[in-house]
């Protein structure tokens, strides 16, 4: 295998360090319309590809979707949202204490944000199906494995998931330092056979998760909303 040797973009990126990319890194919920020029896409993924993965095995593969294509696939996505999702990951939706109530914060913060009532179920089925189309974004980086590795042992491997993260949170982290905006998301992939058709993938192509990108709207009440975090007594135990 090929070393592939990166151009570091120094000259094009605003000069921030990697601490206070993590803390400016948000979830963005509107995106302004503007494309994300190709060869800053290009640039992103070129150096996330660097993130570490189990056995340096690299399961993740990425289809970077923008213009007419994308249009081809927010327009499918759209005649299926009557339909039950069907993803390809199974997840649980069950969130018992005390992780229900931080879902439950994150959800009715953006709501209350959208001034979207918690009985108005009209709104909030409009607001997932603007989740379902990727809120707006011009570009969606969607992140595969193939279910030939995913699926080759007894179990799931589950550190191909994993290594999705580390992947996700790279990319996030570079689109943040070029000014752009991302989600990570589970709404872009809810109808995956959708997205295998549009794009012409074959059935072994797993969709774990997607990352719309672009230009936030710094506007729209949504990316108003800022999660927050338990502190550090609570979550980190020292051992010495
Ligand atoms: C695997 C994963 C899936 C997610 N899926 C969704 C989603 O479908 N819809 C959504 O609004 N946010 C989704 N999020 C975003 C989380 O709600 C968000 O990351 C969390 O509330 C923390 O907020 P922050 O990203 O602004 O720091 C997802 C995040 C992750 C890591």
Known sequence: ????????????????????????????????????PQDILKKILETALHAPSAGNSQPCEYAVVSGAKLVAVKAAVLT????????????????PEPWGSRYAIIMHGVQEKLGISREDKQKRADWNIWGMQLWGAPACIYIIIDKNFYNAGEVPNSLNIFDCGLVAQTIMLLATEQGLGTIPAIMPVLYPEILRQVLGLPANKLFVAGIPIGYPDWEHPANKFRSAREPLEKMVKFYL
């Open 1 to 36: 295998m090929e070393l592939v040797q990166i151009q570091l973009y120094e000259k094009e990126v605003q000069k921030v360090n990697v601490s206070e990319v993590v803390v400016k890194r948000q979830s963005i919920r509107a995106f302004k319309p503007d494309p994300v």
């Open 80 to 95: 299926a949202t009557s339909q039950m999702p069907k993803i390809d990951i199974p997840i649980s939706m069950n969130y």
